[in-house]
């Protein structure tokens, strides 16, 4: 019998964090930083992706059929003061796509 369930975001890091350790990057799930907009004082990126020591950008990861956060809302606010570029990966499908993005960002990083 097979067992009918919805993907999530944990199989969308998996692949996510797959794809980018075969590329040489470091990719450190669930780290906090800072943020004023949280009650807590942080809030936790599912993702930061380090490159030779220096942080290239935070991952957020979202299970298909999610939109990125609007600019507006807590999340979308936290996000934008952070110091890194945020990467959103929206579904397994989206893994590709980010990872490309995350490519170009290691070269303008690393160029700089």
Known sequence: MKIKYVKTEADVGGEFYYQAKIRGWTPDLEVRFPSRYHRSGF????????VDGQQICAVEFKRHGRKEPA??????????ALSLPVVFCLGRDGVRESIERIEDLVHETLAA
């Open 71 to 80: 600019p507006t809302s807590r999340q979308g606010m936290a996000y934008a």
């Open 43 to 50: 809030m936790r990126v599912d993702c930061v992706v380090s």
